[in-house]
């Protein structure tokens, strides 16, 4: 399995951005996906998860009602909107992926990993 992300960038406080997670190697549909943050110095922090089918969802408390995690199937991808973002949001952003039809929070629960992709909100 191979996870490509993409979709980081440099914005302003307030903007709005949308990564995406390319999966290949696998069937998409039996895997559970989130993302994960890490800023510099800090330890990698989870974002979001999703469950196989996309209708089951979990966000921590510091993105909830301002990131959407998604997924696309039929597209092997898998996406979050970011909206109202603050400079706090700036971190290099991780996809990750594992076997499984649940969502997971857990990091020591994701197998597989994509390279980061940088966000960087500026005040």
């Known amino acids: 399995v191979q996870l490509q992300a993409s979709g980081g960038g440099l914005l302003q406080a307030g903007g709005s951005l949308r990564l995406s997670c390319a999966f290949s190697?696998?069937?998409?549909?039996?895997?559970?996906m989130a993302w994960f943050r890490q800023a510099p110095g800090k330890e990698r922090e989870f974002v979001s998860a999703?469950?196989?089918?996309?209708?089951?969802?979990s966000y921590a408390d510091s993105v909830k009602g301002r990131f959407t995690v998604s997924r696309d199937n039929a597209k092997n991808t898998v996406y979050l909107q970011m909206n109202s973002l603050k400079p706090e949001d700036t971190a290099a952003y991780y996809c990750?992926?594992?076997?499984?039809?649940?969502?997971?929070?857990?990091?020591?629960?994701?197998?597989?990993w994509g390279q980061g992709t940088q966000v960087t909100v500026s005040s």
């Open positions: 990750a992926g594992s076997y499984g039809m649940s969502w997971s929070t857990r990091i020591s629960d994701y197998n597989y």
């Open positions: 190697g696998g069937t998409f549909s039996s895997y559970r």
């Open positions: 999703i469950n196989w089918n996309g209708d089951d969802t």
